[in-house]
C-alpha cells in the first residue's frame, strides 16, 4: 500500500540494537501519552501509553520515557528486529470540554528501518 | 477476536458521487472516531461519537456525515459537498474513559476517479 508521511524524519538502526524514537509534545496541558506504530497501508497499533503523572512505563522491550518541563516524549525499542520497521508516531491527550475523554493530537510520526 | 473492521480496503469515487465508508467494532466501546491521513501529516479528526445516537463534529467535519445507531456502527459518508477526499480514512473507538488508547482499524483508502 502507499506510504502515508513520505517526508518523515527517518531512523535506520542496525538490527539487535537498540532504538530511540523523540517525540515533542505542544501543550502543556495534555495529560496522557500515547505511542503508535504504523506500517505500511495499516491501521495504527497501540504499542505503549503513559500518564503525565509518570515519567517511565516499561512494556515488552519498550520503555517511554516523559520529560514534562520540556514537553518531551520518547520511545525506546530494545533489541529491534526487522518487524520493528515501521512509521512510529506519538499522540498528546488532553482533557476538553464535551469529549468526554482525552482529545488526542497526532504527530506526523518517525519511519524507523531495521537493517539486517 | 476482537477489533475494528472497516471496509472496503479501497474505495473510488466519481464526481458528484457520495460515499459510505463502513466501521464495525465488537470491543464493546462506548466511543468511536473518524480520522482522515494525509501524507507528511498527523491524523485529523473528522467526527467522533461518546454514546449511541450522539455524535459532534471534529476539526475537519466539513463534506463529511456520520450515524451512530448502533453502538457497533459508525459509519463515514463521503459527501460530493467534501472537494478533497483522496486520503486514507481510519475508523477508532475506545471505552470513552479519561487515559484509555484509542484503538485503530486498518483503514480505507479512497480516490477519485
Known amino acids: 500500500g502507499e506510504s502515508v508521511g513520505l517526508h518523515l524524519p527517518t531512523l535506520s538502526v542496525q538490527e539487535g540494537d537498540n532504538s530511540i524514537i523523540n517525540c515533542a509534545y505542544s501543550?502543556?496541558?495534555?495529560?496522557?501519552f500515547i505511542w503508535y506504530k504504523q506500517e505500511s497501508g495499516k491501521g495504527p497499533q497501540f504499542i505503549i501509553d503513559?500518564?503525565?503523572?509518570?515519567d517511565k512505563r516499561q512494556g515488552q522491550r519498550v520503555t517511554v520515557l516523559l520529560n514534562k518541563t520540556v514537553k518531551h516524549l520518547s520511545l525506546q525499542i530494545a533489541a529491534t528486529q526487522p518487524g520493528d520497521s515501521a512509521v512510529y508516531f506519538c499522540?498528546?491527550?488532553?482533557?476538553?470540554?464535551?469529549?468526554?475523554?482525552?482529545?488526542?493530537?497526532f504527530g506526523t510520526g518517525t519511519r524507523l528501518t531495521i537493517i539486517p | 477476536d476482537g477489533g475494528i473492521t472497516q471496509s472496503p480496503k479501497y474505495l473510488f469515487r466519481k464526481e458528484g458521487q457520495n460515499v459510505t465508508l463502513s466501521c464495525e467494532q465488537n470491543?464493546?466501546?462506548?466511543?468511536m472516531y473518524w480520522y482522515r491521513q494525509d501524507p507528511g501529516q498527523g491524523l485529523r479528526l473528522i467526527y467522533y461519537?461518546?454514546?449511541?445516537?450522539?455524535?459532534q463534529k471534529g476539526d475537519i467535519a466539513e463534506g463529511y456525515s456520520v450515524s451512530r445507531e448502533k453502538k457497533e456502527s459508525f459509519p463515514l459518508t463521503v459527501t460530493s459537498a467534501q472537494k478533497n477526499p483522496t486520503a486514507f480514512y481510519l475508523c477508532?473507538?475506545?471505552?470513552?474513559?479519561?487515559?484509555?488508547?484509542?484503538?485503530f482499524g486498518d483503514g480505507t483508502r479512497l480516490s477519485i476517479l
Open positions: 501543550n502543556s496541558a495534555s495529560d496522557y
Open positions: 503513559i500518564r503525565s503523572n509518570m
Open positions: 470491543l464493546n466501546h462506548d466511543a
Open positions: 461519537s461518546q454514546i449511541v445516537n450522539d455524535f
Open positions: 499522540a498528546e491527550g488532553r482533557p476538553e470540554t464535551n469529549f468526554g475523554n482525552e482529545k488526542l493530537t
Open positions: 477508532a473507538s475506545s471505552e470513552g474513559r479519561a487515559n484509555q488508547p484509542q484503538h
